[in-house]
């Protein structure tokens, strides 16, 4: 894989929790190493606060600070609508944990020798610094931080070796049959079977930034139109004559769509309707619409359009299990210290 493949994979996030720990941070986010301090980290009940450089675990003598659980914790809560989240402590105890599975993945990717290429991690760092901004911002970002460039690199390089270790001894082992294929597919058509609509529509277009005057004039232009079309009028002829879509050459024909192909207040009363049914005037970011639903029917994906995305969502799962089930055996050999419980 080549270096740029693996930025985005795996640097990604990581630059994400430095922008975030930067721009928003609390003033502890980020660290060095240290000694642990005396009485370890307060308890707010909330959140566990405390010096960045306080050490709050420690994996086969390796150090964690509370830095870089706290870099990690303002990574997630960033990517969660204010309100909907865990409360910081959980996240904390929740990020020391990770860190200290990816650590003891990593020491074991080091005792069954996976090899990876120790240049592909420079030219990481060395896109990572591109990446983090203009000339040398990367080292403001590392200073607000307080993150060395040196637990920058180790940190692709612990990723680097987990990812080897997975793929070499877990992911290339893996082989989805067919029937597992299959039975996935049968038993979850809602992910395969989608419903479809066939409408026609005549559209009289106003912009969404045009005067009252105009909005009022051409709403009322269709609602004259849907008076014609209420009193037995043909829909098609006069979707041809008072459309302004391209489908009025086709009577306002759209085809078949599913839902999410259109814009929302048009599929929403679209798909209110029953067959043959006329909708009032329907106003969207094109202008107003007539709208006449004329055929409904499930879509059913074939086996072999998806059979790709099925084996590799069930060989992520095994996946997933095999390194949680190596992660827990590592974790009862190795001598750990976690104080965020």
Known sequence: MKANTRVKQLMIGLCAMLLAASCGGDGETGGDSGAMSDGGPHDTGQEFVGDASMVVGTVEGQDI???????????????TPPGQGESKKVLQSRALQNIID???????????EVVIDEAEVDKMLDSWKGQAGPGNEWETRLAASKVTI?????????DLLVQELVNS???D????AMPAVEEFYNNHPEYFDRE???ASHILMMVGEDATEEDV?????????????VKSGGDFAELAKEHSECSSAPNGGDLGYFTRDRMVTPFSDAAWTLEIGAISDIVRTQFGFHIIKLTDRRQNETPLPAVEGQIRQFLSNQVVQEAVTKLSEQLRGQASIENILQ
């Not at 600070?65 to 960033?78: G, K, Y």
């Not at 040196?150 to 612990?158: K, L, V, Y």
Request: charged share 30%.
């Open 65 to 79: 600070t509370l830095a870089e659980v706290n870099l990690i914790v303002d990574f997630w809560s960033s990517q």
């Open 102 to 112: 990816q650590v003891l993945l990593a020491k074991e990717a080091e005792r069954v």
């Open 150 to 158: 040196e637990s920058i690199r180790q940190s692709f390089r612990r």
């Open 169 to 171: 001894t877990i992911r």
């Open 173 to 176: 082992t893996i082989e989805i």
């Open 196 to 198: 479809e609509v066939q």
């Open 216 to 228: 009022d004039v051409t709403k009322a232009k269709l609602e004259a139109v849907l008076a014609e």
